[in-house]
Every structure is written in structure tokens, then in C-alpha cells.
């Protein structure tokens, strides 16, 4: 064998570039194609992230108004509750990746010159152990929020 033959040959068993590159562009399509899963993943992900739309109980229609001053929920809104909110909220958890659930109350802007005992009892109703009923607004947001309180538990009765 001819020194150079063999100098040729020595040099094409050390190249390993065609072997780097094999393997690098290999790595990239694996690569590739994990970021496209994880990007469609994402897009997926994404949809059923989406906030729902609110669901507004309108108290126009005078059915579903609590009495004035009151957070006790009127027979018309138990019902209203019961039959039309809670299957539809039942309907968009199952469509969503939904964790929680805000409830908002509202109060007709009347004001509230009473004395507030919800730093007493608020808790006890929250988790509860007292009724709803029991509580003293002494502002329309003690109010706003006692009225959240009340549908959150008539929701909770459901389920």
C-alpha cells in the first residue's frame, strides 16, 4: 500500500463530520417536531383556558331582586338558581378547564345606616355553620357581598 493511499485513508476513518452531522440534524427534526406537539398542545391548552362569558342575573325583570336592605335569596331566584345557573355552569366547567367561580353582588345603592356585625359572623356563615340571615350590613358593600354569599351557598347546595 502506497504511504499516500494510506495517509487518505487514515485521514476519511478520522473525519467524523459527516457522522456530527448526521446526528445533529437528526437532533434537530426530534426537536422540531417536540416544539410543534408542544405548540399545538399549547393552542389547545389555550382554547379551554378562555374565560368564560359571565352569566348576569338581571334584576330588571323584578322576579330576581332581593328585598331591599336583604341578602335572602327570593323563591323566583332559588329556583332560577337551581334550574337555569347551575346546569349552565355545570355545562362550561365540563367544556373548560374552569378552577373557580366568581360570584359578584350588587346592591340598589340605598344606603346602609346599620351596624355591621360581619366581623362577627361572617365567617361562621361562610363556612356554613349560621345563616345568611344573620348578618347586619352596614354598608352596600357588606350588603353586595352578603348577597354573593347567599347564591354562592344556594350554588353549593347543588352540588
Known amino acids: ?26 437532533a434537530f427534526m426530534i426537536l422540531s417536531f417536540l416544539l410543534l406537539i408542544a405548540f399545538f398542545h399549547v393552542l389547545n391548552l389555550n382554547k379551554r383556558l378562555q374565560s368564560a362569558s359571565p352569566i348576569i342575573i338581571a334584576e330588571n325583570s ?10 335572602e335569596l327570593t323563591p323566583q331566584l332559588k329556583q332560577y338558581l337551581v334550574t337555569e345557573i347551575t346546569p349552565n355552569i355545570e355545562k362550561i366547567v365540563e367544556e373548560r378547564d374552569i378552577d373557580f367561580i366568581q360570584v359578584i ?29 344573620i348578618l347586619n350590613p352596614g354598608s352596600n358593600t357588606d350588603l353586595g357581598l352578603m348577597r354573593a354569599l347567599s347564591v354562592v351557598q344556594e350554588l353549593q347546595k347543588k352540588s
Open 1 to 26: 500500500m502506497s504511504k499516500r493511499y494510506r495517509n487518505i485513508k487514515e485521514i476519511e476513518e478520522l473525519n467524523v463530520f459527516s457522522s456530527f452531522a448526521d446526528l445533529m440534524s437528526n
Open 62 to 71: 323584578g322576579k330576581f331582586q332581593f328585598p331591599s336592605g336583604s341578602a
Open 105 to 133: 353582588g350588587h346592591t340598589d345603592g340605598q344606603a346602609n345606616n346599620q351596624y355591621s356585625n360581619l366581623d362577627q359572623h361572617l365567617e361562621k356563615v361562610a363556612n356554613g355553620q349560621e345563616f345568611v340571615n
